[in-house]
């Protein structure tokens, strides 16, 4: 079992920053695939930043550029670095993560069998 819990969400002005941070439980988290997704209100929940078990990274389009994902497997916390943020990602933001390399399939959902509990982003223009 893992357990994600999610902080670093806020309030912040278009053109700021924020940090999200994951913490994971369980010895297994650097065999992880992890991922960050978000959900706005009347939307489908979808896939922001992932990084492999194998360290490589994939960013969504709307993200690139402006975001970055890590994680430090001593601390076993994931982070997701929000640069020039823009009133459109708005967003609950979630944490996922499953012990499977995630590859191409790292945007469906369903992949992921952990799920933290979110952190709310706002982005007022």
């Known amino acids: 079992q893992v357990q994600l819990v999610e902080s670093g969400g806020g309030s912040v002005q278009a053109g700021g920053s924020l940090r999200l941070s994951c913490q994971a439980s369980?010895?297994?988290?650097?065999?992880?695939?992890m991922a960050w997704f978000r959900q706005a209100p009347g939307k489908e929940r979808e896939g922001v930043a992932m990084?492999?078990?194998?360290?490589?990274?994939s960013y969504a389009d709307s993200v690139k550029g402006r975001f970055t994902i890590s994680k430090d497997n001593a601390k076993a916390t994931l982070y997701l670095q929000m640069n020039s943020l823009k009133p459109e990602d708005t967003a609950m933001f979630y944490c996922?993560?499953?012990?499977?390399?995630?590859?191409?399939?790292?945007?469906?959902?369903?992949?992921?069998?952990?799920w933290g509990q979110g952190t709310q982003v706002t982005v007022s223009s």
């Open positions: 990084i492999d078990n194998d360290e490589s990274t």
């Open positions: 369980g010895n297994t988290y650097r065999r992880y695939c």
């Open positions: 996922a993560a499953d012990r499977q390399f995630c590859g191409g399939s790292w945007l469906d959902e369903s992949f992921y069998r952990y």
